[in-house]
């Protein structure tokens, strides 16, 4: 008999921004980030004037979670696509998600993770220890045959561990209650407060050219300070520049990244963005005082993850007759659904007002202004780790 298994996976940001240090061979989180930005790049390219927002590190973390379930050619696609080692990566993993949940960031990463399986369903011992011991994966039985009842304990659950950003991940329709056996759920909760912060009398209506070329009246906030900035260029020679804005905990940093030319479409820089990528931005930016003007604004985005997943390779997984998860259970199971639904919230200084106060510069001279007044992308990464914990493109805030 087939079985499925439909994998969710949600995360989250509320935000302000900071900064990160190269490492010579890319760190498991990286590599994760990589697959991640390679999904964001697919999503993308059918949504070239949409708000996209997606978190890396999160199909990074489903895949991680599902990995030692998966055996034969299913296991070999995932663990190529995530360029991870053979022996299972389970010690990094672990310490990675130690790393970036830790108090000592000072902004809040939430990252929860859960399987919620069919009541009575076999699952492999060593499945569920790995998962417990290197995700702290809660593991749930559900009846699934109630696919209503299901579906709310699971939303129940992702509303809880987002503080209610994400009230619902799945729908009752997406369980077909006579085959589900599990549903494994990866949610990111992430609210920085902004090193330097926006004052909120400064924010005002100015115009935004959005990606269709509409101009729209958006508040975008602004601050005279001094931030990380440097021009970059695609390997076409197209510039473009990036902005860094760091979080109060210095541990992470919001990069903004925007087409030097007005006419230079996102969608030509957005294909060359990896994580050496960014760890090589930081060779090419410096500290400069400007007047920084961006948009306020707040995006969500649901992504499907079958198809850009499978575009880079991880098909086997999605397959009712390929699908290998011998090490997950006795019983033939395929995944049968796997979205990321992600928000972010991008304020003047985060929910709560920061204390820290900020030296308020006089600029003799008249310094530069850089305006964020057109599509633009952001990525949200922590520096000890370089992992991408969100993405997007912005086209209209």
Same mark, same amino acid.
């Given at each position: 008999?087939?079985?499925?298994?439909?994998?969710?996976?949600?995360?989250?940001?509320?935000?302000?921004?900071?900064?990160?240090?190269?490492?010579?061979?890319?760190?498991?989180?990286?590599?994760?980030?990589?697959?991640?930005? !390679?999904?964001? !790049? @697919?999503?993308?390219l059918?949504?070239?004037?949409?708000?996209?927002?997606?978190?890396?590190?999160?199909?990074?973390?489903?895949?991680?979670?599902?990995?030692?379930g998966?055996?034969?050619?299913?296991?070999? @696609?995932?663990?190529?696509a995530?360029?991870?080692?053979?022996?299972? $990566?389970?010690?990094?993993?672990?310490?990675?998600?130690?790393?970036?949940?830790?108090?000592s960031? !000072?902004?809040?990463?939430?990252?929860?993770?859960a399987?919620?399986?069919?009541?009575?369903?076999?699952?492999?011992?060593?499945?569920?220890?790995?998962?417990?011991?290197?995700? @702290?994966?809660?593991?749930?039985?559900l009846?699934f045959?109630?696919?209503?009842?299901?579906?709310? %304990?699971?939303?129940?659950?992702?509303?809880?561990?987002?503080?209610?950003?994400?009230?619902?991940?799945?729908?009752?329709?997406?369980?077909?209650?006579?085959?589900?056996?599990?549903?494994?759920?990866? &949610?990111?909760?992430?609210?920085?407060?902004?090193?330097?912060?926006?004052? $909120?009398?400064?924010?005002?209506?100015? $115009?935004?050219?959005g990606?269709?070329?509409?101009?729209?009246?958006?508040?975008?906030?602004?601050?005279?300070?001094?931030?990380?900035?440097?021009? &970059?260029?695609?390997? !076409?020679?197209?510039?473009?520049?990036?902005?860094?804005?760091?979080?109060?905990?210095?541990?992470?940093?919001?990069?903004?990244?925007?087409?030097?030319?007005?006419?230079?479409?996102?969608?030509?820089?957005?294909?060359?963005?990896?994580?050496?990528a960014?760890?090589?931005?930081?060779?090419?930016?410096?500290?400069?005082?400007?007047?920084?003007?961006?948009?306020?604004?707040?995006?969500?985005? %649901?992504?499907d993850? %079958? &198809?850009?997943?499978?575009?880079?390779?991880?098909?086997?997984?999605?397959?009712?007759?390929?699908?290998?998860?011998?090490?997950?259970?006795?019983?033939?199971?395929?995944?049968?659904?796997?979205?990321?639904?992600?928000?972010?919230?991008?304020?003047?200084?985060?929910?709560?007002?920061?204390?820290?106060?900020? &030296?308020?510069?006089?600029?003799r001279?008249?310094?530069?202004?850089?305006?964020?007044?057109?599509?633009?992308?952001?990525?949200?990464?922590?520096?000890?780790t370089?992992?991408?914990?969100?993405?997007?493109?912005?086209?209209? $805030?």
């Amino acid at each position: 008999m087939k079985r499925l298994s439909l994998l969710c996976l949600c995360a989250l940001v509320a935000l302000h921004g900071h900064d990160g240090a190269p490492s010579p061979a890319p760190s498991y989180g990286e590599r994760g980030s990589d697959l991640g930005i !390679q999904v964001f !790049q @697919q999503v993308v390219l059918s949504k070239p004037l949409e708000n996209v927002v997606l978190s890396p590190h999160g199909v990074a973390s489903i895949l991680g979670m599902l990995l030692p379930g998966a055996h034969g050619e299913t296991r070999k @696609q995932v663990l190529s696509a995530l360029r991870y080692k053979k022996n299972g $990566p389970y010690r990094m993993l672990k310490k990675l998600h130690k790393t970036l949940t830790a108090k000592s960031n !000072q902004d809040v990463v939430l990252i929860a993770n859960a399987m919620f399986s069919q009541d009575g369903f076999p699952m492999e011992e060593a499945f569920v220890s790995a998962n417990k011991a290197n995700f @702290q994966c809660a593991i749930r039985a559900l009846d699934f045959s109630d696919s209503h009842g299901a579906a709310e %304990e699971i939303n129940e659950w992702v509303s809880n561990k987002t503080k209610g950003h994400i009230p619902s991940l799945i729908k009752a329709d997406m369980l077909d209650s006579p085959l589900t056996r599990l549903v494994a759920v990866n &949610a990111i909760y992430f609210k920085g407060l902004w090193k330097s912060r926006f004052q $909120p009398e400064n924010t005002k209506l100015r $115009p935004f050219t959005g990606g269709n070329g509409d101009v729209y009246k958006v508040p975008m906030m602004s601050q005279l300070s001094v931030f990380r900035i440097g021009i &970059a260029s695609t390997p !076409q020679g197209l510039k473009y520049k990036v902005i860094e804005l760091p979080y109060h905990g210095n541990t992470i940093t919001m990069l903004i990244v925007l087409p030097s030319e007005e006419d230079t479409p996102l969608s030509r820089v957005i294909p060359h963005i990896s994580t050496a990528a960014v760890q090589g931005w930081s060779k090419l930016m410096s500290m400069r005082k400007v007047r920084l003007l961006i948009p306020k604004f707040t995006a969500d985005a %649901e992504v499907d993850l %079958e &198809a850009p997943l499978s575009a880079l390779g991880i098909t086997d997984m999605f397959s009712e007759d390929k699908a290998d998860f011998k090490h997950l259970s006795a019983e033939p199971v395929h995944v049968s659904k796997a979205l990321q639904k992600a928000k972010i919230v991008v304020n003047e200084d985060g929910t709560k007002a920061a204390a820290a106060t900020t &030296a308020i510069l006089l600029a003799r001279s008249s310094p530069p202004w850089v305006t964020v007044d057109r599509p633009f992308l952001f990525l949200i990464r922590h520096k000890p780790t370089g992992t991408v914990l969100f993405m997007g493109q912005i086209n209209q $805030p």
